[in-house]
């Protein structure tokens, strides 16, 4: 377990179809990161928050959106579903502790688009 | 704008050879580099990392990196591979710990050592 949570583990769902994926990081890291990574082009960047407040953006699409919760969980939401959705869908949250500084990943989500 | 070479889709080996899979970057400015593992159906796991200091990085399961400032490159290697170690390996790279502090990975490198 990286202490890095996310659910569900699979999801199989229709095309134009509305899903959401959530992340738990690491207990004291505030950034959290979202990746998808599909098969013919490695793990893609979308979308960066810290504390509640986005702070960077990658190749996200517009039918694509994200936020951060209080309790620092967050939910990435995939609307509109196409076949070419479907992907690994990773978290990572980061820590700076005491001179430390990595990266954690979940296990990620795998979203099949039917 | 930061980015991640790795120039070989695939590497074989013979276990109990040594193993190098490539990575070169390009940052505008010091880099953080990060090699990490992803077995089938799992997860990306940490190999190691380079932040400052030593050029020479040990991590885990036997895996070292050199960090070369000139060659802008940050190559894994193992000095015997194991059959258990085919899997993807991707390189990674950031630029600070300010804000925008997104991992950039490189494409992969799928590894098969072969018994």
């Known amino acids: 377990d990286s202490g890095v949570t996310q659910t569900p583990k699979h999801l199989i769902t229709a095309t134009g179809q509305r899903v959401t994926l959530r992340c738990s990081p690491r207990s004291g890291d505030l950034s959290v990161y979202w990746y998808q990574q599909s098969l013919d082009q490695g793990l893609q960047f979308l979308i960066q928050?810290?504390?509640?407040?986005?702070?960077a953006k990658g190749n996200i699409l517009e039918r694509f959106s994200a936020q951060q919760f209080p309790d620092l969980h967050s939910e990435l939401n995939l609307s509109s579903l196409e076949l070419g959705d479907s992907a690994l869908y990773f978290c990572?949250?980061?820590?700076?502790?005491?001179?430390?500084?990595?990266?954690?990943f979940g296990s990620g989500t795998r979203l099949t688009v039917v | 704008a930061q980015s991640v070479a790795q120039p070989e889709d695939q590497v074989n080996v013979a276990e109990g050879n040594p193993l190098t899979v490539k990575c070169t970057y390009s940052v505008s400015g010091n880099p953080y580099l990060f090699w990490y593992v992803q077995y089938p159906n799992r997860g990306l796991q940490f190999l190691l990392k380079y932040i400052t200091g030593d050029n020479l990085v040990k991590g885990s399961y036997g895996f070292e990196a050199e960090f070369n400032k000139s060659q802008t490159s940050f190559h894994l290697k193992k000095p015997s591979a194991l059959v258990s170690d085919s899997a993807l390996y991707f390189c990674a790279v950031t630029l600070s710990r300010g804000a925008g502090n997104m991992l950039t990975f490189g494409g992969g490198t799928r590894l098969m050592v072969k018994p």
């Open positions: 928050y810290y504390n509640g407040e986005e702070r």
């Open positions: 990572a949250s980061s820590t700076w502790d005491r001179g430390n500084y990595g990266y954690t």
